[in-house]
């Protein structure tokens, strides 16, 4: 009886410490409306410059056009980052069981368009959220992503990319054991990679590995 019992609190903790989190049950009578219209402006802001620059780009802005946008994209993202950090201070981490999922995705968007210092900053706070079931695991895989690729050190989710400066040809930034990529990203509840990349091929991929590496270590790519 006692090995039984033991096994069963085993098997508890693993669940406790590996449980995915990819839906929320929200209850619209006990969200904070003022708070959620708030941050669901933060979210529209941060994707309406991004899809600005987006558009720029596809349409072969010039450098002062594109400059205009990089330098009006940093000041609202400095401004949302400082709202964060009060919103933080105030209420914690805020979920969708709260502020809704689009308020809550523009806390983790504003975080995961920061430099890196803040994303340090917030990373095991984002974790602490996901364990509370405040925020998708998926979330906590991207973030962790673009922290590797910024400081330099292989990812382990595939989610971040990045354009060769000299040809121009989009590359998945260097992952850690590609043969397992797609058994971590289900793990986080990311797609697979043949459905996040058109024309994904694994092998490809591999063979072409040292060489993305030697590109991203001559063009300091971060």
Known sequence: MKTCTFLL???????TIRAQVSSFEIDNSKLNKPLMAYLDSIYREDQQLRVTWTEELKARATATQLDSVRILMRQKDLRNQAVIDSLYQLYGWLGPQEVGMQ???????VIQHADLPYQQKYYS????????GKTLS??????EDRISMR??????YGSQGFKDKVTGIFYIYPVLDPDKLDERRKSMGLKPMDTYIKGWDLEAYKQKLPEIERIVREQGIR
């Open 103 to 109: 308020g809550s995705m523009a806390m983790f968007l």
């Open 138 to 143: 998926s979330n906590v895989a991207i973030l």
């Open 151 to 156: 400081e330099g050190r292989l990812q382990r």
């Open 125 to 132: 706070i984002v974790k602490e959220a996901e364990r509370q």
């Open 9 to 15: 609190f085993l098997l508890m903790a693993c669940h």
